[in-house]
């Protein structure tokens, strides 16, 4: 079983100032070929069929780099389409939750993921996250990534550009005052992302995330099915949507609990992006 030790927030701001001492320049993220994420809400399919965990055809646009976060230099490009993938550098994946943070869910999944020495990535929405900044800063203190998934978590087509703004600052101010920093990644609801919802998110300083396998938890499939969703799909540099947040999600604490430990023993290594500029 694999472990990755988790970097506390003070380990991950030292290695953040070592890294400034260090010569090199920012890389850009590399084109490459990728689906649009949906323009409107995702409905829930057919159960997956089950296969082995191996390679799939999942080879879409990258994120470069992993590890500790550090000080942003550069500028955040303005994209036409999301990041889908991250790189294939071995077997490595991300997993992604979004909705939260919700008291009932997000600590049973923190607990999870500590036991197995994984980070993850918390796309929070400000609503949720202004009664619970406890949670965002364990999130933070236990090196997992806060990104920003809006306020109230609108359907960002139908909103004039000042709404989109405000959904997005106001969440990016809560996170900043809990984790001591504001957001690098947006995620926007539904998967529907516009022009606007781009070019506000490079000028917030944020790069925008979608993601490669849908787990459907929303839908409360069971447990079973969540977990086969996610094996079924698994590959190298995909990204898994979840959610700890937005209606019962027993079923997703449960099927975290069954399908991690596997990911891991079949020699996945679950970790998050760290952010490149230009």
């Not at 829930?44 to 000080?71: D, F, N, W």
């Not at 955040?76 to 997993?95: A, I, N």
């Not at 596997?262 to 679950?270: M, N, P, R, T, W």
């Amino acid at each position: 079983m694999q472990n990755d030790q988790l970097p506390t927030r003070r380990r991950a701001l030292l290695a953040g100032a070592v890294s400034l001492c260090a010569a090199g320049a920012a890389a850009v993220f590399a084109p490459g070929a990728g689906k649009r994420a949906a323009s409107t809400p995702p409905a829930a399919g057919a159960r997956a069929a089950r296969r082995p965990l191996r390679p799939s055809e999942y080879r879409l646009r990258p994120l470069t780099g992993y590890g500790p976060p550090r000080a942003p230099h550069g500028r955040t490009p303005v994209r036409r389409e999301p990041l889908l993938s991250v790189p294939g550098h071995g077997r490595t994946m991300v997993l992604s939750f979004d909705d939260g943070p919700d008291p009932r869910y997000t600590p049973h999944i923190l607990d999870t993921l500590a036991r197995y020495g994984v980070r993850a990535m918390f796309f929070v929405c400000g609503e949720m996250a202004v009664g619970n900044q406890d949670l965002l800063a364990r999130m933070a203190d236990e090196g997992h990534v806060v990104g920003n998934h809006t306020w109230t978590h609108p359907l960002l087509t139908r909103l004039r550009r000042a709404r989109i703004r405000s959904e997005m600052e106001r969440t990016s101010d809560v996170i900043e005052k809990a984790c001591g920093e504001r957001p690098e990644w947006f995620r926007a609801p539904y998967g529907a992302w516009n022009r606007a919802a781009f070019q506000l998110g490079a000028e917030l300083g944020m790069e925008s995330l979608a993601w490669t396998v849908d787990t459907l938890d929303w839908t409360e499939p069971g447990t079973r099915t969540i977990v086969e969703r996610v094996e079924d799909g698994a590959a190298p540099g995909v990204v898994v949507l979840s959610h700890d947040a937005g209606g019962d999600r027993s079923q997703s604490v449960r099927a975290l609990r069954a399908y991690l430990p596997g990911l891991l023993d079949s020699g996945y290594h679950v970790t998050v992006p760290r952010r490149q500029y230009v």
